[in-house]
């Protein structure tokens, strides 16, 4: 698809896999949730307060890169629909939500999310695993936030190959999970992998709820900086990333930029026929 190509629209609803008592909009097919980083906490307390373990799930934190992939891979997309939520990890995702009027929708970055969520649990007890990142960056973190969050419960942390897990590996890493006690899984791959990787082994994982945070294991652990603050208010934390690293990205935002734009402004004209079209009137009343 290139940069001028109609964005995927699709019809209002619910995505099937979402918190019920969390509402969403749709941004050129993916549904981004309304919500903050409280109401993440809340979903979350709520999923794992069920009196039987509930059949295992996961929480996408979306920037514009993710927006853009999914508009390619009907794969990709579907991952978004079984999601329990999916945050605005990015700003520019919040801003497009409040452009729809949803005023309860901030960003959510999923850098931030790991220490917020450590300390929301510590009280209830929350087990924690931390999987991925490169080779002894996921026990770094474990031990990262356990001196940022005193009590805090670590089940486990574990690298992945850099390959799929076989049917063997699977099994065995999904008895390692329920052998610890595992409630929140923390994944630190790039995007797509890690929500394809949690939207095929959640459903084998009851009670667990993975959270895709991707860099947030390299930034937590001081591997990479993060954004100076003030771009990170003005949306602007890819510019810093691409200042960082133009040779590898510099192609990416070229596309990734001006397609999501696009994406932004074809669903705002979408959503301005649609209230044209449906209008008392116009005499024509259908949905979409």
């Known amino acids: 698809m290139t940069p001028a190509a109609t964005p995927n629209p699709k019809p209002l609803g619910r995505a099937w896999g979402h918190d019920p008592d969390v509402p969403h909009f749709y941004l050129g097919g993916v549904p981004i949730s309304i919500t903050d980083m409280d109401g993440l906490v809340s979903a979350i307390r709520r999923r794992l307060g069920c009196p039987s373990p509930a059949p295992g799930t996961f929480v996408v934190f979306r920037d514009a890169h993710g927006v853009v992939r999914a508009q390619d891979d009907p794969v990709i997309m579907a991952a978004h629909d079984a999601a329990l939520l999916v945050c605005a990890d990015g700003r520019p995702i919040a801003w497009a939500g409040r452009l729809r009027g949803h005023k309860a929708i901030a960003q959510v970055p999923g850098i931030e999310s790991v220490e917020f969520i450590c300390r929301a649990g510590v009280e209830a007890g929350w087990r924690h695993f931390f999987l991925g990142g490169g080779p002894g960056v996921a026990e770094k973190l474990a031990r990262e936030m356990s001196a940022r969050v005193p009590g805090l419960a670590v089940a486990g942390a574990e690298t992945l190959p850099y390959r799929p897990l076989t049917e063997l590996e699977s099994q065995a890493l999904y008895e390692r999970l329920r052998a610890n006690g595992t409630q929140i899984l923390w994944i630190g791959l790039s995007t797509p992998k890690q929500e394809l990787f949690m ?33 990170t208010r003005l949306g602007l934390e890819w ?48 949905s979409v």
Request: charged share 20%; hydrophobic share 45%.
């Open 239 to 286: 510019l810093y990333r691409l200042i960082r690293e133009p040779g590898r990205l510099r192609a990416r935002y070229a596309e990734v930029v001006p397609r999501f734009v696009a994406i932004v402004a074809f669903d705002r004209i979408r959503r301005a026929k649609h209230a044209t079209e449906t209008s008392p009137a116009s005499g024509n009343v259908r």
């Open 199 to 231: 939207q095929a082994h959640t459903p084998s994982l009851p009670g667990v709820i993975a959270m895709g945070v991707g860099a947030a294991f390299d930034v937590n652990t001081g591997a990479i900086p993060r954004a100076p603050s003030l771009m």
